[in-house]
């Protein structure tokens, strides 16, 4: 007995292949329903842990796009030097933005898992 999603197929009389997805014939195999059950097994986990890495991956940039932006301004205020109030408050508005944006996404990265 198989169960897929909230459906139970009884697998005695179920015949599993393996065939490649493409135009015209292609050629098949036989498979055993434990080697099904292993494949829908793996696919979920790999699934999830392409999720994860897709997660990481936005991290990882949202960290460097506010590294960037610390450097930016360092480099800026060296050069120009002091700021006043409203260049002061463009570039705190914009390091919020870009903290920000970081923290979410390490919020739903460690909270939320594979979505």
């Known amino acids: 007995m198989i169960i ?5 197929i009884n697998s005695t009389c179920m ?24 494949l ?8 999830n842990a392409l999720a994860i890495e897709e997660k990481y991956d936005i991290l990882v940039t949202n960290y460097l796009d506010f590294e960037k932006q610390l450097l930016d301004n360092t480099a800026n205020f060296m050069v ?3 700021y006043d109030y409203p260049g ?12 920000v944006n ?3 996404t390490l919020l739903s990265l460690i ?3 594979p979505h």
């Open 4 to 8: 897929e999603g909230n459906n139970i």
């Open 15 to 38: 015949v599993y292949y393996l065939n490649i997805s493409g135009l015209g014939n292609s050629p098949h195999m036989e498979i055993k329903s434990t080697e099904y059950l292993n």
């Open 40 to 47: 829908l097994k793996s696919r979920r986990i790999l699934s």
């Open 80 to 82: 120009r030097g002091n």
């Open 88 to 99: 002061f408050f463009k570039i705190s508005q914009s390091l919020n933005i870009r903290l």
């Open 102 to 104: 970081f923290l979410c």
């Open 111 to 113: 909270i939320g898992g």
